[in-house]
């Protein structure tokens, strides 16, 4: 496996080393002569091992850049960003998923194989495997290594519940992910499991959290703050503290992906605060959304009209950005709004809500005028 990629983004060109969050910019001339050495079997030069020694504390003295440093190729389109919920199933029960009902369903290996093969045709460098819950997915151990093996720097959004699981520690030690993102639903046993619906999650939960942060995989934790674990905000706060991983608060819930409400019942009221300003979303243009069976959407929220990526192949997602335009204009869904300028949801979200009869306090937010 590569230890390094090199990769056109956008008008610039990088080097990243997989399960690090670093990336180093160079010219456009070292990035043709990497491209030079790779294919003519000659050695690392001098810069490069200057400045993965400095970035990563990497040895390239005198090692050939062809089976060290992955050239990627520029992209078919304008996107470097991709999310793929590999499934929909899930072994929690959260009430508070978006998800709604979870089934386990999508393309067979073949056609996983075509999508990231398509995924990485297309630019993408940051790719995140999502769910369901990932981890659980019979193809997710050979999928995961197959995005790595083509130069994804591979995130993972996961509830935590198979980190316990040698098989899966002993993958993502060997092939270490950028981020391994992991959704906190309590401090404790009883309100962890209130929150999941799920016997013995919290003790899973904790074993594969501490194997995760021992083994030096760069963790983050996603505190989901709803009704039931509300209480226990700043305890949860304290226990990412006292690990010493960076952490976020998930505390405004949407409606599932099919517009329903359910989800919005275990909002904590006192965590309904407005929302930032809406200025805009690369939702699109420079990132898009893949669902199990490999159709592309600007997002999770705007889901239709969408792209099959497999039947279609990479160049189709040129018509990604239009698409994204149109569903991103202000006109329509909320009977001509004329406060829609200062409006703090996107349109797919709002019609989400409108679809769901959430409360307008939910969605409809406006900005301070100047």
């Known amino acids: ?63 050939p850049v062809a089976g060290n440093v992955l050239i990627r190729k520029p992209g078919l389109t304008g996107h470097s960003r991709a999310t793929y919920e590999i499934n929909l199933g899930c072994d929690y029960k959260c009430p508070e998923c978006y998800l709604g009902e979870k089934r386990f369903e999508g393309l067979d290996w073949d056609g996983k194989v075509r999508m990231l093969y398509a995924v990485r045709d297309s630019g993408v460098i940051w790719f995140q495997f999502t769910g369901g819950e990932p981890l659980i997915d019979r193809d997710f151990k050979r999928a995961y290594r197959l995005a790595n093996e083509l130069g994804m720097m591979v995130e993972i959004l996961s509830n935590g519940s198979s980190l316990h699981k040698p098989e899966i520690m002993d993958l993502l030690r060997e092939l270490p992910p950028e981020t391994l993102t992991l959704s906190l639903y309590g401090a404790t046993e009883k309100t962890y499991e209130e929150c999941t619906k799920t016997g013995h999650s919290y003790k899973k939960f904790c074993v594969g959290l501490d194997a995760a942060v021992e083994a030096g995989l760069n963790v983050k934790l996603s505190l989901v703050i709803i009704k039931e674990n509300a209480h226990e905000q700043n305890a949860m706060r304290a226990w990412a503290e006292r690990l010493g991983v960076p952490w976020s608060e998930y505390a405004l819930m949407s409606p599932t992906i099919a517009g329903g409400a359910e989800p919005l019942a275990n909002q904590s009221p006192a ?40 039947d279609e192949g990479a160049s189709a997602l040129t018509r990604l950005g239009g698409i994204a335009d149109s569903l991103m204009l202000r006109t329509g869904g909320c009977s001509g709004c004329q406060l829609s300028g200062s409006c703090r949801v996107c349109r797919p979200m709002a019609k989400l809500m409108q679809q769901a009869e959430a409360p307008l306090k939910n969605y409809c937010q406006h900005a301070p005028k100047e």
């Not at 990243?16 to 003519?40: C, D, N, T, Y």
């Open 1 to 63: 496996m590569h230890l390094l990629i090199a990769s056109p983004y956008q008008n610039e060109h990088l080097i990243l080393r997989p399960g690090s969050g670093k990336a180093v910019k160079i010219p456009q001339g070292h990035f043709k002569v990497l491209e030079h050495a790779a294919a003519f079997g000659e050695p690392s030069p001098d810069w490069l091992t200057s400045v993965v020694k400095r970035a990563w504390e990497l040895d390239l003295e005198g090692r």
């Open 271 to 310: 965590h309904l605060k407005e929302r930032q300003p809406f200025t805009g979303c690369p939702a699109g243009h420079t990132f898009y959304h893949l669902n199990p069976f490999g159709l592309a959407s600007i997002c999770k929220v705007g889901r239709d009209p969408s792209i099959n990526l497999v």
